[in-house]
């Protein structure tokens, strides 16, 4: 099967994250962590470590991440496009999301084949 992806996905290890969602319906916004478990520089893959909040399958978030390795520290924008079980969530990047910061934290992870 032939892989439609512009960017190649890289496995994260120890890429702890700070998700938030935005509610287009509530002035609430709901908070979760998570943990990466692999990314590119158009995406994410995100395990949370609850369930996602039902009706966020289309939310916009936030995305505090903090890598075990760099220490560098990044908050990322996008919106949930994929919801691969009640626990994982596949978030494209936002435009402008884009930052040298994803770039640097891409050469610490490993390529997925």
């Known amino acids: 099967m032939m892989e439609k992806r512009q960017f190649p996905r890289f496995e994260t290890q120890g890429l702890h994250a700070v998700v ?20 590119s520089l158009a995406g994410i893959k995100i395990k949370l470590a609850s369930a996602l909040p039902a009706g966020m399958h289309d939310s916009k978030i936030k995305i505090a991440l903090s890598s075990s390795h760099s220490k560098v520290p990044m908050q990322i924008n996008g919106i949930i496009r994929h919801r691969h079980t009640a626990w994982e969530c596949g978030v494209q990047f936002t435009q402008g999301s884009l930052i040298p910061e994803v770039d640097e934290l891409l050469f610490e992870c490993t390529k997925v084949k």
């Open 20 to 39: 938030t969602f935005y509610q287009s319906n509530s002035a609430e916004n709901v908070v979760v962590q998570g943990e990466v478990l692999d990314m």
